[in-house]
């Protein structure tokens, strides 16, 4: 045992475990000495949440002894979770014999399931990539689109189509997305449309970029929490360390807002029970409380939002339609026009008085009038006089001297609105002046260990690495059109010209030249429609989608609808599924029920590395790019994720050196990574491809400020410049920096590891001070003015300096441009452009909701995404046939669709049954008491689990309507040790009209007796 296990043994002896146990009946031991010996340590990252937690893996030749929490690193500073603690599981476990022996569900050989076969097949790497490379060629040739039928070039296959991954790391994937463009696939998402792709819009439109704004180790300065669709105790328990901080040291308050009486909301000063996805109500009627009782920041408003920005006099709302809804062929879609500014000139009209009836704020404040305390009530089911409270405490936080922290998750994202109500979390931190300060933020609490630095390498269809918008076939023709439609006239994307061409220089090297447009066409274009993950399993479905690579993430369970996501499947003529286990996924064919002998997909199942069995680095939610030693081989078989890239990516180039359709940006690629003496390709090399450098010598830079649209420069992702640059006085790169030093006390560890953008920790930080420079609060500072200069404790995230002659930009003109991402240079209250629902939120029921919505006539988003054939089954409103609110949540023994932790033997034991939890009350009325049987359905299907009931989960009056909440974990499938229904089955596929994030949060069901 390790330093991290002394603390859970420390006054054992004196804590009775079991009540009514006498003193002299207390089990005894003697702890002894708990250093482990003769092991290897190797640093490391978890590979769960999104908090980063440092890890020691203790090892002996290639088996984990044990792991143990890193004390040096920030994030966890040596605690752990029960997953972080069982993480060894996945590579070793003790035998019956209690020996260390290699976990023997892992896949530790290449596994080929030939079609309608009823086993699977052993064979080797050459010829499972030989075999591989023959399918995606065949597939690619047969569907190849150069030109679309308007003549445009596109250079895209359809019938391909790739799904994954938040769990492998950034180096990884952005070799998938090399290869993928370069073959044309655009059917192309990963776990990130699932859990917060609403994030990143709904951020990026109010901020101007789409991350978590703070750090875990920056929630010791706050002073309110408020907690809202999160339970972070179970999801990301460190941040409960974090905010204890905050409670000893500072007396910080928290608010919990929960369907559910969770683990969170048991430390809450003030728990507010609300009904799942009407989020948004209840942050206006917070807003609204602030504004009646000027109870906002108006100074921060002033100066750092658009809330003096006058707009067209024809914008309007009417019964929850803004103008510009307009139908076509039964299809909802907004025009913005009237939602613009109005301008003289190029200029923005303004009114900083607040007070023409056309500014933001005069907009804002009837919008939100509309939502008072018994309004909202109504809608949320939340008390009176809870809320109030709720409201007095929040608001408090408005103020120079107060900061206020919200965290959400997956309760707000998962929604119809989901962009939406993370506008909404946004706009309410703007008002009260919480954006850019210590302590405060907007905190959205990724879910994955790299689902951060997975979306930052573009793993979604709609963009390229760093944010950079893919290219789409009904706007840009050639790189000069989309350099003029997508690149702002302000704002830091004014320099995407930048970003774009030394991408590219990157990708095709020499080839790509001003020339040829630095091979722009090489790019495949998207149609401008759908190809996210519900989109992609409805063209499976279809027959559409030939060729399916499942990357580290398990569909079958995780997705929405998967029921009819598994049965999709089954069209398929290949799948390569790449994994630790054999997923749901990949024992689609032989799940229970389907018969073998009836499906013809051909599957490959290619066995990889697990986190600390290679090594590369991880971006967590505070977008911490950490380094990730190698402490193990990997069993067997299975290679690294980035081996397997490289080589299969190897493989397919070899099949069209032969020739066939369109192979220039195959084979044009930049592909050169091996490692003489390695079997492993040569990642420093790669990472520093990402990082960026000089053409004309190869010198890494240390800024993106440094990228040229001339091809003198090459950067693979562009935001991730400098994270390769050698700290001048570490003498390491900036990611595998492990220095605590933090000359703030602030809780910014500067030296450790390296933040994107520029190794900035707090995001937005001009906003800390007022106009003239002065810190809001000196006891907090991270930026100030001393008349002469700036003098900062964070990297300055905002132009401080003239790029030309190198002199400090004064106060007052970086006030005006708090925000530089933004195209305004200020938050956006309003949201003219960039959001296809409207620019401001607006409540509405989920798809399935069980009443009627009493703020307009509009019942749900008019504009939300919504799909065909088996994936369009939804209930009526009020359905009596599913009279109940179900909702997922996450439990801290697993973690998303189980398909590591139900493979682990501790995790399994701790958690081993899939349940679903009701009231006292609902467990009356349909006869079942705890543990017994329940069969629970929506209009998509049943599924059978075990009862939990518990007051934990009570009734909801909504306007006067007692109203029922079922509350179901989603981590269980039918394959591991421990099985269970999956609560996927019967979700909807119903989602965000901005991201296509499906509904899991809010539906109808029914439940029984089984």
């Known amino acids: 045992m390790g330093a991290g296990s002394t603390a859970l043994l420390e006054g054992a002896n004196a804590i009775p475990a079991f009540a009514g146990t006498t003193e002299d009946k207390l089990p005894t031991f003697e702890a002894g000495p708990l250093k482990i010996k003769k092991t290897k340590e190797t640093a490391s990252v978890c590979a769960f949440c999104g908090v980063g937690c440092g890890l020691i893996v203790h090892s002996e030749e290639d088996r984990i002894i044990y792991i143990e929490g890193d004390p040096d690193n920030p994030n966890n500073e040596g605690s752990m979770c029960c997953k972080g603690i069982a993480l060894g599981d996945a590579n070793t476990i003790v035998d019956k014999k209690h020996k260390r022996t290699l976990n023997d569900r892992r896949i530790t050989e290449v596994l080929y399931r030939a079609p309608n076969s009823t086993k699977w097949e052993k064979k080797d790497w050459d010829w499972a990539l030989t075999e591989i490379a023959k399918r995606v060629k065949q597939t690619r040739d047969a569907t190849f689109e150069e030109k679309d039928d308007k003549g445009v070039t596109v250079n895209r296959t359809q019938a391909i189509a790739h799904i994954g991954s938040a769990s492998c790391d950034n180096e990884e994937n952005y070799l998938f997305q090399k290869m993928m463009r370069s073959l044309g696939v655009i059917n192309f998402d990963h776990h990130a449309r699932l859990c917060h792709s609403s994030t990143v819009t709904g951020l990026a439109q109010s901020f101007g970029r789409g991350v978590m704004t703070n750090s875990f180790t920056d929630y010791k300065n706050t002073d309110v929490f408020l907690f809202i669709g999160a339970n972070s105790a179970e999801t990301h328990p460190q941040v409960m360390r974090h905010l204890g901080i905050a409670v000893a040291q500072r007396g910080a308050k928290v608010i919990v807002v929960d369907p559910r009486f969770t683990k969170t909301a048991a430390k809450a000063d003030i728990y507010a029970r609300h009904r799942p996805g009407t989020d948004i109500a209840f942050l206006y009627g917070i807003m609204n409380y602030a504004i009646e009782n000027n109870l906002y920041f108006h100074d921060y408003v002033v100066n750092y939002t658009n809330a003096s920005y006058l707009v067209n006099p024809d914008y309007a709302l009417n019964d929850g339609a803004f ?220 027959g559409s989608i030939k060729g399916y690579f499942a990357w580290g993430q398990n569909p079958a369970v995780g997705g929405p609808n998967t029921i009819n996501a598994r049965k999709a499947m089954e069209n398929l003529d290949w799948m390569v599924a790449v994994d630790l286990f054999e997923t749901e996924t990949a024992a689609f064919w032989h799940r229970p029920g389907a018969n073998p002998a009836d499906i013809k997909t051909e599957v490959f199942l290619l066995p990889t590395a697990f986190s600390y069995e290679k090594e590369g680095t991880v971006a967590n939610s505070s977008r911490w790019i950490q380094w990730r030693w190698k402490a193990v081989e990997p069993p067997g078989q299975a290679k690294s994720d980035l081996w397997i890239a490289y080589e299969m990516f190897k493989a397919i180039r070899k099949e069209y050196k032969a020739g066939g359709k369109f192979p220039a940006p195959i084979l044009d690629m930049v592909w050169d990574y091996d490692l003489p003496g390695h079997d492993e390709p040569d990642i420093m090399k790669i990472a520093k491809e990402m990082n960026g450098y000089n053409v004309a010598d190869g010198a890494l830079l240390d800024s993106f400020a440094k990228l040229t649209d001339t091809g003198s420069t090459a950067c693979g992702v562009w935001i991730y410049a400098g994270y390769m640059f050698v700290d001048p006085v570490l003498k390491v790169p900036a990611c595998q920096r492990r220095s605590r030093e933090d000359k703030s006390g602030l809780g910014l560890f500067p030296k450790w590891s390296f933040a994107w953008p520029a190794n900035r920790r707090i995001v937005y930080n001009r906003n800390s001070a007022d106009p003239s420079g002065k810190p809001w609060d000196p006891k907090r500072m991270l930026v100030s003015w001393d008349g002469a200069q700036w003098v900062n404790n964070d990297v300055p995230d905002f132009p401080f300096k003239d790029a030309v002659t190198g002199d400090f930009i004064t106060p007052d003109k970086s006030a005006a441009n708090s925000f530089f991402m933004n195209t305004e240079g200020q938050g956006r209250l309003f949201a003219p452009t960039g959001m296809k629902d409207g620019p401001l939120p607006e409540h509405y029921e989920p798809v399935e909701s069980p009443v009627k919505n009493i703020m307009g006539k509009l019942q749900n988003n008019p504009v939300a995404a919504r799909y065909k054939g088996d994936f369009a089954k939804v209930a009526p409103a009020a359905s009596p046939d599913f009279p109940y609110i179900a909702t997922t949540h996450r439990l801290v023994e697993h973690y998303q669709s189980g398909a590591v932790t139900r493979n682990c033997p501790n995790l399994a034991e701790l958690m081993p049954e899939m349940f679903a939890t009701i009231s006292p009350g609902l467990a009356n009325k349909i006869g079942v008491k705890p543990g017994d049987m329940v069969a629970v359905s929506s209009i998509r299907g049943e599924i059978k689990c075990k009862v939990s009931v518990l007051p934990i989960i009570k009734p909801l009056n909504i306007d006067g309507k007692e109203i029922e909440l079922i509350a179901m974990p989603f981590h269980w499938g039918y394959q591991g040790l421990a099985t269970g229904s999956s609560v996927n089955d019967i979700t909807p596929s119903v989602g965000d009209p901005n991201t296509m994030i499906p509904e899991s949060k809010a539906f109808l069901c029914n439940i029984k007796k089984a």
């Open 323 to 542: 103008s510009g809804l307009t139908e076509k062929d039964g299809k909802f879609s907004y025009d913005n026009q009237s939602w613009q500014y109005q301008k003289d000139g190029d200029a923005i009209k303004k009114d900083p008085t607040l007070q023409d009836p056309f500014c933001v704020f005069q907009i804002l404040k009837k919008h939100l009038s509309r939502y008072d305390i018994k309004t909202v009530c109504k809608i949320t089911g939340t008390p009176e006089d809870t809320y109030k409270k709720v409201c007095d405490l929040y608001c408090s936080t408005g103020r120079p001297d107060k900061a206020g922290n919200l965290i959400y998750a997956m309760g707000i994202t998962q929604h119809t609105y989901g962009a939406q109500n993370v506008r909404a979390t946004a706009m309410l931190q703007l008002l009260l002046g919480n954006i850019g300060i210590a302590g405060g933020g907007v905190n959205a609490q990724r879910g994955e260990s790299n689902v951060q630095g997975s979306s930052d390498q573009g793993i979604l269809y709609g963009n390229l690495t760093g944010y950079v918008g893919a290219p789409n076939a009904t706007a840009h023709t050639n790189l000069k059109e989309y350099l003029e439609k997508e690149t702002p006239k302000t704002s830091y994307w004014s320099n995407k010209p930048k970003f774009l061409i030394s991408m590219l220089k990157a990708w095709y090297g020499d080839k790509a030249t001003k020339d040829n447009d630095f091979c722009f066409d090489y790019l495949p274009k998207h149609t401008g429609g759908d190809h996210s993950h519900m989109a992609i399993f409805e063209k499976m479905a279809a």
